[in-house]
Each structure stands twice: as structure tokens, then as C-alpha cells.
């Protein structure tokens, strides 16, 4: 695991020195991260059949574009936050889970996303039974991720 440290000196090295650069880093993860959860749970919900006031297709296609934005600016501010305590964090236990997590997560997305289901229902058919159960894994999955990541610093 020293590889790892040594990759991430650089950056890990800057944000120690600039405190202001991490505070950055670190707002703007919790920033992606609300932006994520906060996409992904609306269009859970409107796909399981709440907020029908929502247009359906426009809903899904609108906030699965803002979460898949947000889940990339999460992981690059994740990355860089990462990068400060390196083999602290590969050797706790809750970040494992979260990364996982959000792996498992993404997945189950692109695998919703991807289905011909997905498909039909922009086109306006009902969501279908195989949909919503990629739909309820997500809101576990996610909320779990968030909730690992809360733990991180308690371990």
C-alpha cells in the first residue's frame, strides 16, 4: 500500500498545506454529495408513483442526468479528500463499505438506466415491476452509503 501513498502525496501534501483548498474540497463534496442523494431520492420516489404531479419522462430524464453529474463531481472531490489520509482510509472499515456502496450503487443505476424498461417508460408507458425494484434497491443503497460515510470518522 505504500504505491498508494506515494501517488497521493502530491495532492494529499497541498490540501494539508492550504487548509483553505481542503475546506474547499471538502464543501464541495458535501455539496455533490446533497446534489446526488437529493436527485436520486426524487426520481426513486416519482418512479414508485409519488410526486405524480411531476411529469414522469421529464422528471427521470432531467434528475438521472443531474445525479449522474453529481456522483462524478462526488468521486472527484472524494478522490481528492482521499488523498490527505490515504492508508488511514483503506484501512477503515466504513469506507470500504461505503465504496462498495457507491460502486454497487452506480450499478444498479446504469443497470435501471440501460434496461429497456427505462426506455419505455420515457416513452411513456408505466414503470414496470423489474424497474421499481431497481428503484427500491437504489434508495437503500444510496442512503446506506450515506449513512457509511457518516461513520467513516467514528471508526
Do not use: C
Not at 495532492?11 to 436520486?40: C, D, E, F, K
Not at 443531474?66 to 489520509?85: E, K, N
Amino acid at each position: 500500500m505504500e504505491w498508494l501513498a506515494i501517488l497521493t502525496a502530491p495532492i494529499g501534501q497541498a490540501l494539508i498545506r492550504w487548509p483553505t483548498l481542503y475546506i474547499v474540497a471538502n464543501a464541495g463534496h458535501i455539496l455533490s454529495l446533497a446534489m446526488l442523494i437529493g436527485a436520486t431520492v426524487i426520481l426513486d420516489l416519482r418512479l414508485l408513483g409519488g410526486f405524480n404531479r411531476l411529469p414522469l419522462a421529464e422528471t427521470a430524464a432531467t434528475l438521472s442526468r443531474i445525479a449522474a453529474l453529481a456522483l462524478i463531481a462526488t468521486l472527484l472531490t472524494g478522490l481528492l479528500l482521499f488523498s490527505v489520509r490515504p492508508l488511514e482510509y483503506i484501512g477503515n472499515t466504513a469506507f470500504l463499505i461505503k465504496i462498495g456502496l457507491v460502486l454497487l450503487g452506480t450499478l444498479n443505476a446504469l443497470a435501471g438506466r440501460v434496461s429497456r424498461h427505462w426506455t419505455a417508460m420515457i416513452a411513456g408507458a408505466p414503470v414496470a415491476p423489474s424497474l421499481r425494484l431497481v428503484v427500491m434497491a437504489s434508495l437503500a443503497i444510496w442512503l446506506s452509503a450515506l449513512l457509511a460515510g457518516r461513520w467513516i470518522g467514528f471508526l
